[in-house]
């Protein structure tokens, strides 16, 4: 999909969209050991190796709005994203960002950041990530720098 087809779409047609390419980088990513999930392991990560860090999701619902070290962390994070030049999008639905990175025997407390980092060797490529790379270029000429994406219900 070029950047073209996204921004031609309806609203709605684009939330849809991009919420089903998210769930589809992150099934796969899983899929193929390529996912980091939780604040203090995303940031361990960031700190490390920052260039193999290609995406960026970051999950608010109500229960944890007002935890004012949470809101530090995604604060540092964005900035973070945003210096090295990596694309961040929010979700409000931690429970259903949970389902999709954890396993039916686990499921993640610290689901609140989650980050799809790049394979040691190049041989995986899901064009669904390109799409959410162009959905946040998009975003960011409409200075909506951290766009929320709204994951499709199972």
Known sequence: MTLEEVVTQKPSE????TGKALEEVLVSSKANDCLTIGVYESAKVMNVDPDSVSFC?????????????????????????????????SVNDMQRLSEIVG????Q???AHCVLITKPAEDSWEDPALEKL??????????NEWVPEITLPER
């Open 103 to 106: 396993d039916n025997a686990e």
């Open 14 to 17: 684009r939330a849809q969209c």
């Open 57 to 89: 999701v970051l999950a608010m619902d109500e229960v944890f709005e007002c935890d004012i070290a949470l809101q530090i962390h995604f604060t540092l994070i964005q900035a973070f994203c945003f210096d090295n030049d990596i694309s961040i999008v």
């Open 133 to 142: 790379h162009l959905f946040c270029e998009e975003s960011r000429s409409y």
């Open 108 to 110: 993640f407390e610290d």
